[in-house]
């Protein structure tokens, strides 16, 4: 890919505080939903943990709801 498409464009992995913001979540919950395996799937990449937006999208999408009595 080109150098100068690939300014343009946003990145497409995102760090825990990053992804939290995307989600509307704290940091916080973030991590405890990492820690208990509850949250979106993750990537490490070396020491870091790494979020990839397509990830978070499909955590998202599988979390629709129509009622509060629909079960987790």
């Known amino acids: 890919m080109p150098e100068e498409a690939r300014k343009d464009q946003e990145p497409p992995f995102l760090n825990t505080v990053e992804a939290a913001a995307w989600l509307r979540l704290t940091k916080n919950t973030l991590e405890k939903m990492r ?25 998202s999408k599988a979390s629709l709801r129509r009622s509060t009595s629909d079960a987790d």
Do not use: N
Request: hydrophobic share 25%; no cysteine; glycine share 12%.
């Open 35 to 59: 820690v208990q395996g509850r949250g979106p799937v993750y990537r490490k990449h070396g020491r870091y943990v790494r979020y990839h937006i397509e990830d978070l999208v499909d955590y």
